[in-house]
Each structure stands twice: as C-alpha cells, then as structure tokens.
C-alpha cells in the first residue's frame, strides 16, 4: 500500500461516525440491485425515447471538434478519446418542452421504485450514527435502507430534490442556472460546514450552477479545518493523486481550496475506504456488490416530436448548420414569430445582415422590442455605427422596464466598438455612463443568458483594461450550459482582451485558426470570418484572405474600407516566432 494511502487511513483512524458529511451522486446507486443508470446510459436512453437517430452522435461530433473530450479523473485509466456528452439538464430540458414536463418522470421510470444496494446500507446507518449526508441523486434508496422510503432525516439533503417528495426535480437547466433557493443553499452549506470531514463518493462535480456557487459565495477560509476525501472509482490499487488540468471536477476543486478545504482525491474501488470506517464504526461488513440488472423501459413518445425536439436542441447548443436543415420540416409547427426569429438567427451566423434587417422591417407590429433590437444589432453588426446607436437611443428612451434594458444592452454593444474606432471614441465615451446606468446589475437569478452577458458588458464599457479571465468566465458557464456557439464567442472575446503587441506568432496564428475551425464546426460562417477582426490579425492573415472574407459578408461599405485598410497598411507576421505549429 502507497505511504500516501497509509497516510491517509491514519488521519482517519480516530474519526467518528458524526464527523463526517457524505456527499453522494448518481455512481451510488449503479450497483445491484439498485442497477440505476449512469449518467452516460441516462444521456443515450433520453435521446432514443425523445431525439431523432443520430442526434447525439452530431452534438458528440462538434464536443469532439472543439477538443471537449471527457477524460477521467485518475490518471490510471486510459486517456479518453470520447466526446463529452451534452449536459443531460439540458437535453432534458428541451425533451420536457417539446414532449411535455412528463418526458423527465417517463426517462427515470426506474428510480421512483429502485431497492437499496449495500453503499446505501453504509450510509443509512452512518446517518443513524448521526453523521450527515448530501446527495445529487433523486433515488430515495437511501431512505428504504433505514426502513421506510419517507424517513424525516433532517441531516439528509436531497439537493436536486426526490421523486416522491412533492418536490420540482433538479433535472433541466432551467431548474438549476439560477442556483439553488435560498432554503436548499442553507441546508446545503449548514451540512457540508458542520462536520470537519467531507466525504465525496459516485459524484461527477459537474453541478456548475448551484453546487458550485453556493460553495464559491462562503467567505474565504469558511471552510479551513475541513478535510474532503474525494473518492474516484477505479478498479486499480488504492492511491492519492494531483488532479490534472483536464478534470471535469477541477472547477469545484479549485473552489473548495479557495474555501480553506484541505482535499485529498483517492483513485481506487469506491469499496476500498468504506469498508475499513465500517469496521472503525462498529457497522455490519459492508460485503461484495450484487450484479447489476440495468433495466432498459420501454418510454413512450410521439414520434412526429422527434424532429422538433432535435431542432431546438441544436438551437440551444449552438448547431446552427443543423437547424438551418431542420427548419423547413419543424417551421409548420412552430409559431411565426419563432419561425422568424429562428431564420434571422441562421441568417446572421451567415453574415447576411441585410436580410435579417429586411426581416424585421416587415415584422408588425413596429413597436415590437425583438424587431427594433434586432434591426438597430444588424446595423451594429455590419459596423454602421451611427444609425445604430441612434435607431436603439430613439427607442430606447421610448420604452420602460425590462424593454428599456434590452435596448440598452444592444446600444452598449454599439458603444463598445465605438471605442475601438479612433474618429467615433469620443462620443461612445460621452454615453457609456448613460448606458451603464439603464444596465443595473444583473447577477445569476437572472439566468445564464442575461448574468453573464450583461456582466460582460458592463466591465469591458467601465473604461478600464480588463484581464481576459472576465471573457473567459463567461465563455465556461456558457460551456457549462452546453451552448458551444456562445462558449466560441466568448473564446473570441478572451482573444480580443489578453492580445499583447510582439507575442508569439506562431501561438497567435494556432489560436486564430482553430477559432475560425470551431466557428465552422458550429455552423457560423460570420464567426469564421469575424476572426480577422482581432487585433493582431494582420500577423494570422493575408491581405487576400480579409479581403474575401470582408467581400463574403454583408458589411457596411465604410466598415469594408476600415477592415481592409486596417489590414492593408499593417505588416504582416510582426512580433517574434517560435518553431512553426501549423
């Protein structure tokens, strides 16, 4: 056994049953008889019952296209090849909008009536020890091992909720970008400071939004004194290891140490530690798992929704090719004004700004917010500038409430490249304070969408050189939510902010070019080609390759001369280079 590993067990030969907070996920109850899902077997029973054939192969293909890979936490296993999979919230989220909120009971028939295995065995009596217990899962097994399925454990926090609790299952995105409510956030943090050992077992860490804020909202130090045991299954021999850079639990690693949190991360069977605190606490031995019986149910559904519900998820990832594709045969059964939004979306990623202006024009009635922020945000977008902002300000006085912030948001953008334009800096310095103002503050119970690109906004108009992590943050919670379009953007962004006169070229050029592969990965042919837009782009691109690109996108003329000249009058390659990586 690793002198580590000994280490280990010998810190925790005096603890007691009631100093110690499990912290469970969905790993806990894969065993027999529970035989519940993975959370990978969840994803690919979801999309067969709700999802055209193929579907998830093409979202995996983009993951796999913009390097997303789901690799494993110990580094004993072999590096994975696999894409990660789509956020299951999310995918569950759109089947429950286009088949009904019944689709997420009808995907986890399984779980309402799954029996305890012996890990839930473990933990009833570690709680009747007065331990406590957190735990992602909505199985109740837990409880039936103590011996009825409604046991009122107040130490016990179902923090997505439970089925047959009465309560609103934390299974979509819609449920969780927000963060927890106040009262679960209370609990939640009340048992995971109350005891100064954490145990972690069968848990991803991939709860970004609640799990992850809450902790990230302590204090600093709140959480000093507190040792958490993290424990990754695999079948090798027990051992302790550094987390990699790659792990998709490193987010909540990293806050849990900011937090004050001492964290060991023990690679090994989930079995290995458990058994020997049975044995210090005087439990029953914790014996060898049964086999699993995966049950396979059959769901039922209405086919002719396959279609739609394909649609819309490839709109909330980002897959604009494949909604260009599908909008003909799912535009009959949507409303016209989705249809509309929908094919100005498309047009857009393709760079035909007029089009998505002429649009909107014809859109009734005129007085529509949607159709005057979109017109005045086509204007922004081709670089016309001037009647951008003066469309949006028009309007924008107009208007009151969350119309008005709208509005304010898209004049902020204009603004924005007003500030990078030498003969237009002057006024856009004149009205940032304005629009700031009618901007607020928005925070995450506004959702994903609006926190963060709000957020965004509002520090890069504050006048100040900002660091590139603000982009960068913005760019991981939309990645989080699974909207790879907007997670490029905002890589987009990082470029634009951390650019330094006289770097690397040849990092430059690596990063600029496979930028432009995930635009056209995504579908977005004005992404690709907004590119030659960073600075420093004149050290990636040829005069040729702007210059088509500016010809293939329906920019203002005056905004065609700036990007052109711009790069005409700049020397290419400048800066220093390393060995070539292209």
Same mark, same amino acid.
């Given at each position: 056994?690793?002198?580590? /590993? ?40 979801? +999309? ?26 110990? !580094?004993?296993? &072999? ?14 989220? /759109?089947?429950?909008? /286009?088949?009904?909120?019944? @689709? ?15 890990? $839930? ?33 107040? #130490?016990?926090?179902?923090? $997505? ?15 969780? =970008?927000?963060? +927890?409510?106040?009262? /679960? ?35 600093? #130090? ?15 021999? !027990? ?29 090994? &069977? ?23 019986? !995966? ?49 100005? @979306? ?91 103002? =009618? ?36 760019? =991981?919670? +939309? ?9 490029? #953007? ?9 650019? *330094? ?15 432009? *592969? ?9 992404? @690709? ?15 040729? =390759? ?12 005056? *905004? ?23």
């Amino acid at each position: 056994m690793a002198m580590d /590993v000994r280490r280990l067990l010998d810190d925790l030969a005096g603890v007691a049953a009631r100093e110690v907070t499990a912290w469970t996920g969905a790993g806990l109850s894969v065993e027999g008889p529970s035989s519940l899902p993975t959370g990978k077997e969840l994803t690919q029973r979801i +999309f067969d019952a709700f999802f055209l054939p193929g579907t998830l192969d093409t979202i995996e293909a983009l993951h796999r296209a913009i390097g997303s890979i789901d690799q494993p936490i110990c !580094p004993d296993l &072999p590096p994975s090849i696999d894409p990660r999979p789509p956020r299951l919230e999310t995918v569950l989220g /759109v089947a429950a909008r /286009v088949h009904g909120a019944q @689709a997420i009971d009808q995907s986890i028939p399984d779980v309402a009536d799954a029996e305890p295995n012996r890990l $839930h065995r473990f933990f009833a009596r570690h709680l009747a020890l007065g331990g406590g217990h957190l735990t992602a899962n909505f199985d109740r097994c837990i409880e039936r091992a103590a011996g009825t399925a409604t046991w009122p454990a107040p #130490n016990l926090l179902h923090f $997505h909720g439970a089925v047959g609790g009465g309560d609103e299952l934390g299974a979509t995105l819609a449920r969780i =970008e927000k963060g +927890f409510p106040l009262d /679960v956030a209370t609990r939640f943090l009340t048992l995971l400071t109350s005891r100064p050992l954490v145990l972690v077992a069968g848990y991803s860490g991939s709860d970004f939004f609640d799990v992850n804020a809450a902790i990230a909202a302590l204090p600093p #130090n709140a959480l000093r004194g507190h040792h958490v045991i993290w424990l990754s299954h695999s079948a090798h021999t !027990p051992h302790v290891i550094v987390p990699r850079p790659e792990d998709p639990a490193l987010t909540l690693f990293d806050i849990l140490r900011a937090r004050g949190a001492e964290l060991t991360v023990l690679c090994g &069977p989930t079995d290995f530690l458990l058994r020997r605190l049975a044995d210090q606490w005087g439990l029953p031995p914790l014996g060898s798992p049964a086999p699993r019986a !995966p049950v396979r149910p059959s769901i039922p559904s209405d086919d002719t929704k396959r279609p739609e519900a394909s649609f819309h998820l490839y709109l909330d990832v980002g897959l604009i090719g494949e909604v260009r594709s599908l909008l003909p045969t799912v535009a009959p059964a949507l409303p016209a004004e989705q249809v509309r939004a929908v094919t100005s @979306a498309v047009l857009w990623e393709a760079g035909r700004w007029n089009e998505v202006r002429r649009l909107w024009w014809r859109a009734r009635p005129r007085t529509d917010i949607t159709r005057v922020e979109r017109i005045g945000a086509s204007l922004w977008v081709q670089g016309r500038y001037m009647p951008a902002l003066l469309w949006l300000d028009r309007y924008r006085r107009r208007v009151g409430g969350p119309a008005r912030k709208t509005l304010a948001e898209t004049e902020g953008r204009v603004l924005e490249h007003m500030l990078r334009t030498p003969d237009l800096r002057w006024l856009a310095r004149r009205l940032v304070p304005t629009v700031l103002t =009618e901007l607020g503050h928005a925070d995450q119970s506004s959702g994903i969408h609006l926190y963060r690109r709000r957020s965004d906004l509002t520090t890069s108009l504050a006048g100040a050189s900002r660091p590139p992590h603000h982009a960068l943050t913005s760019s =991981e919670w +939309f990645g989080q939510a699974g909207n790879v379009l907007a997670w490029i #953007n905002y890589r987009h962004r990082v470029y634009r902010d951390s650019y *330094q006169e006289g770097g690397d070229t040849d990092e430059l050029r690596w990063n600029y070019r496979e930028l432009q *592969q995930h635009y056209r990965a995504a579908g977005s042919t004005s992404g @690709a080609a907004r590119v030659h837009l960073l600075p420093g782009a004149h050290r990636v691109f040829s005069v040729w =390759e702007v210059v088509a690109s500016v010809c293939s996108l329906q920019y203002g003329w005056w *905004q065609r001369v700036r990007i052109v000249a711009n790069r005409v009058l700049r020397p290419q390659f400048s800066g220093r280079s390393s060995a070539s990586r292209w």
